[in-house]
């Protein structure tokens, strides 16, 4: 296990949080998944979500029980939500202003607003990632995505 590096993501439907999970065992490092306080089950949570998103809101999440000051590399993970990075990690990044050392960030999403909310992490964290990578929902439920995973590491 590299204690140096962290995979941390916050996932709605369970795509971001797969990807996450094979990130960190290519990278042979710990991983967190950001809790929400409340609840965003069904059609209300989605629409929540993508309020949020829209409005730029933060959102009250679970404490986390990682420190990423303690890691040189945070590997951030995030679906896409309203074009724009999902509202949870923006306050886990909020919460954590200052203390990442190198990132890098990956999106899930079901179209092609990757780019920017990529972007957009990199701009809230204040510093340039090492890599990004933005990986399909449906290539992800397929399983298909593997290599993906293999390449985004490896520019890590």
């Known amino acids: 296990m590299d204690s ?3 995979v941390v993501y ?3 439907g369970g ?3 797969q990807v996450a999970e094979m990130v960190a065992a290519r990278l042979k490092c710990e991983v967190e998944g950001i ?3 409340r609840s965003r089950r069904g059609l209300f949570g989605w629409l929540r979500s993508g309020r949020e998103a829209v409005r730029r809101e933060l959102p009250a999440i679970r404490p986390t029980l990682k420190d990423p000051g303690e890691y040189e590399l945070v590997v951030l993970g995030s679906p896409v939500w309203a074009g724009t990075v999902a509202s949870p990690l923006r306050t886990y990044i909020a919460q954590n202003q200052g203390r990442f050392k190198r990132i890098a ?3 899930t999403c079901g179209g092609v607003d990757a780019d ?3 972007q957009e992490i990199a701009e ?3 510093q340039r990632p090492l890599a990004t990578r933005a ?3 449906r290539e992800v439920r397929a399983g298909t995505f593997a290599s993906t995973v293999e390449e985004f590491a490896a520019a890590i």
């Open 135 to 137: 990986f399909r929902n």
């Open 35 to 37: 809790q929400d306080v």
């Open 105 to 107: 960030v990956f999106a």
């Open 4 to 6: 140096n590096r962290l």
């Open 15 to 17: 795509v971001t949080r």
């Open 116 to 118: 920017r909310a990529l």
């Open 124 to 126: 809230l964290c204040g």
């Open 10 to 12: 916050y996932s709605r």
